[in-house]
């Protein structure tokens, strides 16, 4: 009778390959965008004014107009991205802690050059009684406008960066001012206009038409005394400058382009960082995020392309095929020896094999000299009789169980058998 046909298999090798080829690719994505931090969703920032959001208040536009520039612009999410040796972007919100902001103005007087935005706008998203069809113009990020708030902060920070906030033109009918500075002038977009009255020595970079400081510069190394080789920290009063709102006038994106040439000393410094940390989306250092940075990279890449490998060969034969005919246990007494056999090998379980064999021996010595019981001392008595000049068989068997090594388990075990054999052939003849 024949054998039954195998059931087909239930994938065949490249379906096999493609599942694992893909849940390789899904498991990659997903530590790729926990360790990165990407936005995945969300409203841009829910009326926030960082480098994320795409509202009249968010710098999403500066992003890009500076990336546009020719500079290589990251938004960061660690506190790492404070120790950058390029431009520092920080946009605090409207309660901001001014000690926490001045220990990263302090601790980057010699890193490199920081600019801050000051918040103006206080803007949510739009209402749920906006009617359904200015509704459905509105794009994913966009806010409404509430009004204008005057931070605190700038005047709780220390010297030489404490400034105070002043709102001018919030009235009706008031019509936009113009500001001018870095060879630039124009029109803010909307009335109200916040501009500093700083304390202490600064540059001015912009003012309105009534010389109002819209953004001012301050240059001073240690104990707050100049000095040329500390970076400067900028501060813009009025962020209608830079804001997607201020950027779609041609004249200020122009301005702004100026500022960061400015403030990078021509595009001697190539690096720009957004912070978004002090708008609440920081994300704290972890292995994850380590494991996709220099130097560890190297290691990460390594250990991808050794699983490959292993992955590769798994699909592999190792050695010639099973045999497919018969059943998969064999049957009968030598194929339960081998197994038996190779069970003891694979536990190195040797000294296991010496009693069973001496007293199998007994037996079938007991046997061919006519005894009734295998016992050892009537064994070595009717060998005495029979094989006078010949080892007693109690010194052969204590040898075999004395044995440990494979060698010596062989040999005593040997010397058994030739005894039996000898009993076979009977006593010599003269």
Not at 122 to 144: D, Y
């Amino acid at each position: 009778m024949s054998a039954a046909a195998a059931p087909p298999a239930a994938f065949s090798r490249g379906g096999a390959l493609a599942l694992v080829a893909g849940g390789v690719a899904l498991f990659l994505a997903l530590i790729y965008l926990i360790g990165s931090g990407a936005d995945l969703g969300g409203d841009k920032g829910d009326g926030q004014a960082h480098a994320a959001a795409n509202g009249l208040n968010g710098y999403a536009g500066l992003v890009r107009l500076v990336e546009a520039q020719g500079y290589s612009v990251e938004r960061s999410r660690s506190r790492a991205g404070y120790e950058t040796e390029g431009l520092l972007v920080l946009s605090p919100p409207l309660l901001t802690d001014a000690a926490e902001l001045a220990k990263i103005l302090n601790e980057r007087r010699y890193i490199g050059p920081t600019l801050v935005i000051v918040p103006k706008w206080w803007a949510t998203r739009p209402p749920r009684n906006t009617p359904p069809k200015v509704r459905e113009k509105f794009k994913r990020g966009w806010v409404a406008i509430d009004g204008v708030l005057e931070s605190e902060w700038p005047t709780e920070l220390p010297a030489p960066y404490a400034f105070t906030l002043a709102l001018d033109g919030d009235r009706e009918g008031a019509q936009p001012v113009r500001w001018s500075g870095l060879g630039e002038a124009g029109k803010l977009p909307a009335p109200q206009v916040l501009h500093a009255e700083p304390k202490g020595a600064r540059r001015t970079l912009f003012t309105d038409a009534s010389g109002r400081i819209l953004a001012f510069e301050i240059q001073l190394g240690q104990n707050n005394q100049p000095d040329d080789e500390a970076y400067p920290v900028t501060f813009l009063a009025e962020p209608d400058l830079a804001n997607n709102w201020g950027l779609a006038d041609r004249q200020r994106a122009a301005a702004m382009v100026a500022l960061f040439d400015d403030l990078t000393y021509g595009q001697e410094i190539e690096d720009v960082t957004f912070d978004l940390t002090l708008n609440g989306f920081g994300a704290s250092e972890n292995l994850l995020t380590l494991a996709f940075r220099p130097p560890f990279l190297a290691a990460t890449l390594s250990l991808l392309v050794a699983l490959l490998i292993v992955g590769w060969r798994a699909f592999q034969r190792f050695g010639p095929a099973a045999a497919s005919d018969g059943p998969a246990i064999a049957f009968g007494k030598r194929q339960l020896i081998l197994n038996g056999a190779g069970l003891i090998l694979r536990a190195r379980r040797f000294g296991l094999l010496g009693r069973p064999y001496a007293a199998l021996s007994a037996r079938r010595l007991a046997e061919r000299l006519g005894l009734a019981r295998p016992d050892p001392e009537a064994i070595d008595a009717a060998l005495a009789r029979r094989l006078p000049d010949e080892e007693p068989f109690t010194r052969r068997a204590a040898r075999l169980e004395a044995a440990a090594r494979p060698a010596d388990i062989l040999a005593a075990a040997r010397a058994l058998d030739d005894l039996a054999t000898r009993l076979q052939q009977g006593p010599p003849t003269e």
